[in-house]
C-alpha cells in the first residue's frame, strides 16, 4: 500500500487556509486545495501496515489502505470507486469528520498520521469535475414501498441504499429543503450548500422521491403512513437540545446555538421572512459550550461582525497530546483548536455560568460566571465544584447555548408506541435496527443519540440492509466495510 519508504520521504501536509483577515469577509469555503503531486505524496505515506487499524476507527468500514494506494498511482477514478464503496457522501465527511480514522492510524503512533479526511475530499471533488459520479439506477423495481423520515445524513444514506435495492423510498423532511442539520445547522464557511445541491439531483435523478414542508406526527399522522407504506425508518436526529437553568435564562439575548444557525444559514441562502433576526454584528458575544457547535457559533458571530467573541467550557483545557489513558488506537479527547477559534475568540476552560443579567426591557446586558474543579475519585463520576471567591461578571449581549442535545423529540414515538431508552432516544436493537413495533426502524443520532456525521451515515447503511432483509427474506446491500464497487 503506497510507496513502501513513503513515510519516512514524505511530511503530512494539510490544506492551508486563507488568511483570516479575507475569509471572515464572507460564507464561502475557504481552504487552499493540495496540487496533486503533493496528493500523490501523502498517498504514499499509506505505509504497509499489516493491520490497517484506520478500518476500526472509521465507523463505514472505509477501505482507507485501497483508496489511497491508487491516489499515490495517480488512479483516481479507481479510487472514487474504492471510496464510495462504502460511503455514500464523501464530500460530507471529507469536510466536516473529526477523522477517528487517523487517531487509528498506525503511523500516527510516533508521527504525524496520513491526512486521510483530506485525501477522501479531493477524490470526491475529483470525481465531480470529471463527471464520474452519475446515477445508478437499480435494474428492477420490488413492489415494496419505504418512507424515510429525516433528510440528514443518516436518512438520505438509508434512503440511497434502499433505492438501490429496487424499492420505491420517499423521503420526508418537515424544512423547506433537503438535508437536515447538513443544511441548516453547518455553516456555508465549512460546507458550501451546493455541495448537497449537486449530490440531491443525483438522488433525484436515481429516483428517490422528496417532500419537503412536510411534519410527520403533525401533518401526516403515523398511523396514516403506517398504512400507506410497507416499512418506516425513522432518521429524525436527536434535536431537543440541552437548556441552561439558571437566573435570567428566558432573558431576550440568550439564544440557542440551534436558532442562531439556521438563521444565519438561511440568510445566506436568501431566504425571506427570517423572522426577527438574531445577530452578533456589533455585540460583545459568549458562547458556551465547546464542541463543534460552539465553534460554528464562533465564525459565524465574527462574520456577522461582532465587538468580541469569548467561549465558554465548563470542562478543564485538555492536553494536545493524546492522553495516557486514551491510548492509541482509541479517540483521544484532545484539545482541538478550530479554524473558526483562530478569528478571534478567547477561550476560557473550567467556567461555568451562574447567571444572566438584564436591563430594564429585559434585554441581556451581562452574565456571571465562577471558575470551578472537577473532584476526582476512583470508581466515581467526577463531581463539579465551584471554586470560591472567583465570580466575576462579563460584558454579553448576546449569550448562545451551545451545550448539545438530550435526545429525539418524542412525537412520533408516542403516536407509534415506540419504546424509549433514558436518553428519549428510540429503542432499537444495534443487530437489526427494529424498534418494537413490526417495520418500523430506526436510524442515526435518533437511535444512538447525538453523534457524528460519519456515524449517520453507517447507521443509515446499515439499517437499509436490515430493512431490506425484512422485506424480502435476504438482502445483497452491503453491511460495514462491505464493498459494493460498481455503485458510485
Not at 96 to 112: D, K, Q, S, T, W
Not at 359 to 377: A, F, H, I, Q, R
Amino acid at each position: 500500500m503506497g510507496k513502501t519508504t513513503g513515510f519516512m520521504e514524505y511530511e503530512r501536509k494539510d490544506e492551508s487556509y486563507a488568511p483570516v483577515k479575507d475569509r471572515v469577509k464572507h460564507y464561502k469555503e475557504f481552504t487552499k486545495p493540495l496540487k496533486e503531486s503533493e496528493l500523490k505524496n501523502q498517498g504514499a505515506r499509506c505505509m504497509d501496515c499489516g493491520i490497517p487499524f484506520c478500518h476500526s476507527g472509521c465507523p463505514l468500514g472505509n477501505l482507507i489502505p485501497d483508496f489511497n494506494d491508487a491516489v499515490y498511482k495517480g488512479k483516481w477514478e479507481k479510487a472514487t470507486e474504492i471510496l464510495h464503496a462504502t460511503n455514500n457522501f464523501p464530500e460530507f465527511t471529507g469536510r466536516l469528520c473529526p477523522a477517528p480514522c487517523e487517531e487509528a492510524c498506525v503511523l500516527g503512533i510516533n508521527e504525524n498520521p496520513v491526512s486521510i479526511e483530506n485525501i477522501e475530499k479531493n477524490i470526491v471533488e475529483t470525481a465531480f469535475k470529471n463527471n464520474w459520479i452519475k446515477p445508478n439506477l437499480p435494474l428492477k423495481r420490488t413492489d415494496k414501498t419505504i418512507a424515510v423520515i429525516g433528510s440528514g445524513p443518516a436518512g438520505l444514506a438509508a434512503a440511497q441504499q434502499l433505492n438501490r435495492a429496487g424499492h420505491t423510498v420517499t423521503v420526508y423532511e418537515r424544512d423547506e429543503k433537503i438535508g437536515g442539520l447538513l443544511r441548516f445547522g453547518i455553516p456555508d464557511f465549512k460546507m458550501e450548500k451546493n455541495v448537497i445541491d449537486r449530490r440531491l439531483k443525483i438522488l433525484i435523478e436515481e429516483g428517490i422521491l422528496f417532500k419537503t414542508g412536510v411534519h410527520i406526527g403533525i401533518d401526516i399522522k403515523a398511523q396514516e403512513l403506517k398504512t400507506k407504506f410497507d416499512a418506516i425508518v425513522l432518521c429524525g436526529g436527536a434535536t431537543i437540545r440541552r437548556s441552561l437553568p439558571i437566573p435570567g435564562a428566558d432573558l431576550k439575548g440568550v439564544v440557542q446555538a440551534m436558532d442562531f444557525l439556521p438563521q444565519n444559514n438561511r440568510r445566506v441562502a436568501k431566504t425571506k421572512n427570517l423572522g426577527e433576526d438574531i445577530l452578533a454584528t456589533g455585540k460583545d458575544v459568549v458562547v458556551i459550550g465547546g464542541g463543534d457547535t460552539g465553534s460554528d457559533c464562533i465564525g459565524t458571530s465574527i462574520r456577522q461582525g461582532a465587538k468580541s467573541v469569548s467561549n465558554f467550557e465548563i470542562m478543564p483545557m485538555a492536553t494536545t497530546e493524546r492522553p495516557e489513558n486514551h491510548p492509541w488506537p482509541f479517540w483521544p479527547m484532545r484539545l482541538r483548536t478550530s479554524s473558526s477559534h483562530k478569528e478571534g475568540a478567547e477561550r476560557f476552560f473550567s467556567i461555568s455560568t451562574k447567571k444572566f443579567i438584564g436591563d430594564k426591557n429585559g434585554n441581556l446586558k451581562s452574565l456571571v460566571t465562577s471558575e470551578v474543579e472537577w473532584e476526582l475519585k476512583p470508581g466515581q463520576r467526577p463531581i463539579l465544584k465551584e471554586i470560591a471567591g472567583t465570580e466575576k461578571e462579563w460584558k454579553c449581549e448576546l449569550a448562545l447555548l451551545a451545550l448539545g442535545f438530550t435526545g429525539s423529540e418524542t412525537t412520533l414515538a408516542d403516536q407509534f408506541g415506540l419504546e424509549l431508552d433514558a436518553r428519549t432516544n428510540i429503542k432499537a436493537s444495534e443487530q437489526d435496527y427494529k424498534t418494537n413495533i413490526p417495520g418500523v426502524f430506526v436510524a442515526g443520532d435518533q437511535r444512538r443519540g447525538q453523534s457524528l456525521i460519519v456515524w449517520a451515515i453507517s447507521e443509515g447503511r446499515q439499517a437499509a440492509h436490515h430493512i431490506d432483509t425484512y422485506l424480502m427474506g435476504k438482502s445483497d446491500l452491503p453491511l460495514k466495510g462491505e464493498g459494493d464497487l460498481p455503485r458510485v
